[in-house]
């Protein structure tokens, strides 16, 4: 068994798509998943499973929450390993916190439109592509960067972000290597 994280997309989000996180820890158990521990109501799964059948698992659990909960959400997962490499990627590492974002990427973006990413960055702002990994510096907010809701659109894979203080609780909570 190894372990790996499920950083599932648009759950509790703007009070759509809600799901408690007992209920969510209910699927990935029911499907097989061991140790399976959340955190926060974003949609974040820590969990053992061997490592052949992550993938059709996880589909799984999706399928099963949509014909619970009416919405198949979007499930992207990264093996323990191939998470803390993105932890020690961070380009921005005096940089923590909620100004620092995370977006997962679903593929390798095969043609990125960086000049548009350019210019539709703030002046404080500034971000990096390292390979299925997005990462966001928005010292004002991602709430008010007009980058952030446009990084899928301009790389062309789906994502999902989570800012620094959740990649390190997930990495807390992964345990040592």
Known sequence: MSAHVALLRGINVGGRNRLSMDALAGYFEAQGAHAVRTLIQSGNVVFQCDAPEVGAMVERVALAIGAAHGFTPSVLVRSAGA??????????????????????????????????????????????????????LAPDGVGRSRLAPAVEICLGVAATARNWNTVSALGEMLGPP
């Open 83 to 136: 998470f803390r490499a993105v932890m020690a990627a961070n380009p921005f590492p005096a940089e923590r916190g909620k100004a620092l974002h995370v977006f997962f990427l679903a593929a390798l973006p095969s043609a990125p439109d960086m000049a548009r990413l350019d210019r539709l960055a703030a002046p404080s702002e500034r971000f990096v592509l390292d390979g299925c990994t997005f990462f966001l």
